[in-house]
């Protein structure tokens, strides 16, 4: 059998083990890949509300040190087949220590880096006896990447595919209270043509015989395996399940609207009575209630917010990412307290038009950058000193925005966005999407479900992006992401939608599904390399025919060069300190020309940090378009790059110059008047 079959049919099997009858349907559908594609509905997230602890609710992490197995790449589905899940890994194979969370990439000093196929991760926990009475008890992951299985004491839980996304369930009934429990989880990293990101697995000849390699096009490493925290949380047995929040400001801004919508799931308390109600209390920074309300019969309401703090980017106000508290209390009819939940709330407003788009009703001009989430030796793991050390970095450079290129990224980073204020283009993780099939738009569109899912109550979301380098030429690329645009749109339409594109406009068949144009290009890199000549005109050139093209805002959401930290050359040579420098100079020239136009509305640096990718001859070490370098140290074009978006911020939000952005050079004849 061909081996990417063969590779489709071992995903398959594994669940095969578990549910016969749902899979055989699913191999059906993966033979019947039909060039007409069809809107299907995609299935629909529950829950997932981020744990938190309240006086109806306790959390336990999970993270720590796992135990850890690789299967044989030449027989990844070995341990389901023997059910290596029934008892400790380490009595069926022998475990190494793994931390989580973390990629496991790169955390041994063999070849594990570059395993294809699935690994296997166990620990043991306990599980209090106070949580046995009145409690339902969820099992909840960050994100694993790519597809994870789940066992608890050698029952299957949960599936999930594709990464950067969590996932829950509940395992009440799984779990031996106050005593000790075993959790399993297989991860399995291959791409292949219908997962989102794709990617190709082939059978290369190599030294001992045959190997599988995986391939992608996609420019940064495939790093895998428990990405994000696992946690235990408890819920009453009737409880919050979703909380919805959507905001309005008046014209004058001085009044404010929170409006919430509440799901819950259980039972009434009282069977005769199905009349639950919310009551929803609104607290301000320091604490004060400013507002309180009880829901109607369908847990809905919203809140008025006198002389309202609205929620403002960062350098757009003197206080940026205002946050409310909002207390969501579910009460049975006799008024018994049910459950407790709590949420940080942004109040703003987001409008858009064919050449503006406003927070707030104020224009916005985006100063930011497209990122990864990456690191050395915890890969794609997630690790606060990193988050807060890159949001010190943000705000030192007066950026006030990014682009989660090329996926969703942590929950915990998209609050630490709605506290500082720094406005977020949400990405979904489909990148270089190419040979469109009904597969792969089931994934690409749930991939959005999720993801919209996850992060609607956050300020600092204020565009989602469908894709990233889309090949957009392609013959069913515009049926494909009108279905795309349109299932988001469905989804919220409170923000406006769009999409990195690289396609040539003149190619181009997604731009008019999208309400902004956002494009990536490499002027006197990828093209014309080295010719710093050749970069501002091309760049005015490109962004006014896109702006022709579809009558809508545009915005540049690559530009950059590799640079090695530490090598100049003078006069300006490619990867040099200096080059790095020059190329981002003649495209501020460039912007500066597009932004009177009034519809160019943002420039993106490519990339905020150098990040890994696959091994290439064109990468040293990675990809080195960073500003900082890996260890989050400045380039020196970080220091014209902050003059620069200090500049912009003065010029359009009124802020004032930080007072190390100039160093002193000369007296300038300034001390005469002293
Ligand atoms: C792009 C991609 C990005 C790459 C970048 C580059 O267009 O969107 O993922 O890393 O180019 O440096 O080649």
């Known amino acids: 059998m061909h081996l990417k079959i063969r590779l489709k049919c071992r995903k398959y099997e594994i669940w095969a083990i578990w549910l016969f009858s749902f899979v055989s349907g699913l191999f059906l559908l993966h033979f019947s890949i039909a060039l007409i594609l069809i809107n299907k509905e995609v299935p629909q997230s529950r829950g997932m509300l981020y744990p938190r602890e309240s006086e109806t609710r306790e959390v336990r992490s999970l993270d720590g040190i ?56 166990d620990r043991k926990f306990f599980a209090p006896r106070s949580w046995a009475v009145d409690q339902r008890v969820w099992l909840r992951f960050g994100s694993v990447h790519y597809e994870a299985y789940v066992w608890v004491n050698g029952q299957k839980v949960v599936k999930h595919e594709i990464g950067h996304l969590p996932f829950e369930a509940e395992v009440t009934h799984l779990l031996k209270y106050g005593a000790e429990n075993r959790i399993t989880v297989m991860c399995d990293n291959a791409l292949i043509q219908t997962t989102v990101p794709q990617g190709r697995i082939t059978e290369l000849p190599n030294d001992e015989g045959m ?68 009551r929803a209390q609104l607290y301000d920074r320091e604490g004060k209630l400013v507002a309180n309300g009880t829901s109607d019969a369908q847990l809905s309401g919203s809140l008025q917010v006198d002389n309202v703090n609205p929620w403002w980017p960062y350098l757009m ?47 916005v001009y985006f100063r930011g950058f497209g990122r990864h989430e990456d690191a050395d030796v915890r890969g794609k793991g997630l690790d606060n000193a990193l988050m807060v050390r890159d949001f010190n970095l943000l705000k030192w450079i007066g950026a006030n925005a990014y682009r989660t290129s090329h996926y969703p990224y942590s929950e915990e980073s998209m609050q630490f966005a709605d506290e500082h204020g720094i ?65 988001t ?51 005015v050139e490109e962004a006014v025919a896109w702006n022709k093209q579809y009558n809508k805002p545009v915005i540049m959401a690559e530009y950059g060069a590799d640079t ?56 040293v070490g990675g990809n080195k378009k960073g500003v900082f370098t890996r260890a989050r140290q400045p380039k020196a074009s970080a220091h014209l790059l902050r003059k620069r978006y200090f500049a912009l911020a003065r010029e359009l939000d009124d802020s004032s110059f930080p007072e190390d952005l100039f160093t002193y050079i000369a007296d300038m004849g300034k001390t005469e008047n002293a």
């Open 66 to 121: 796992w135990n850890f197995v690789r299967s044989d790449q030449a027989n990844p589905t070995q341990g389901v087949r023997e059910e290596w899940y029934s008892k400790d890994l380490s009595k069926s194979r022998p475990t190494i220590p793994m931390p989580v969370p973390a990629s496991y990439n790169d955390i041994t000093t063999d070849n594990l880096r570059d395993h294809v196929g699935t690994v296997w991760y």
């Open 211 to 278: 190997t599988i390699v995986q391939s992608y096009t996609f420019d940064f490493f495939n790093y895998a395996g428990i990405h994000r925290s696992v946690h235990l949380y408890t819920t009453p047995k009737t409880f919050i399940e979703e909380v919805v929040v959507t905001t309005n400001l008046s014209k004058d801004n001085v009044g404010g609207e929170v409006v919430y919508s509440v799901k819950f799931n259980g039972s009434a308390v009282n069977e005769a009575d199905n009349a639950l109600y919310v």
């Open 317 to 363: 106000h003197p206080e940026p990412g205002y946050l409310y508290q909002l207390e969501v209390k579910l009460h049975a009819s006799n008024d018994e307290l049910l459950d407790v939940y709590r949420l940080k709330v942004g109040v703003r407003t987001l409008s858009w038009s064919n050449a503006t788009f406003q927070i707030n009703g104020r224009p």
């Open 423 to 487: 406005m977020i283009v949400d990405e979904c993780p489909s990148v270089d999407a190419e040979n469109y099939n009904q597969e792969l738009l089931g994934k690409h569109k749930s991939s959005l479900e999720q993801l919209i899912h996850r992060d609607r109550n956050h300020p600092s979301v204020v565009m989602w992006s469908i894709a990233n380098e889309p090949r957009t030429r392609e013959m069913n690329a515009d049926s494909y992401f009108q279905l795309v645009a349109n299932l």
């Open 489 to 539: 749109r469905s989804l919220d339409k409170t923000r406006p939608i769009t999409a990195a594109i690289a396609t040539p406009w003149t190619d181009d068949k997604a731009g008019r599904f999208l309400d902004i144009i956002s494009f990536n290009r490499y002027n006197a890199w990828y093209s014309n390399t080295g010719r710093l000549d050749m970069v501002t005109k091309k760049v």
């Open 564 to 619: 090695l930290e530490g090598l100049h050359l003078q006069p300006a040579y490619v990867w040099s300190e200096e080059f790095q420098t020059e190329v981002f100079a003649r495209h501020f020239k460039a912007f500066d020309i597009l932004r009177k136009k009034g519809w160019f509305i943002g420039e993106f640096v490519w990339n905020f940090a150098d990040f890994k990718t696959a091994q290439s001859y064109t990468r």
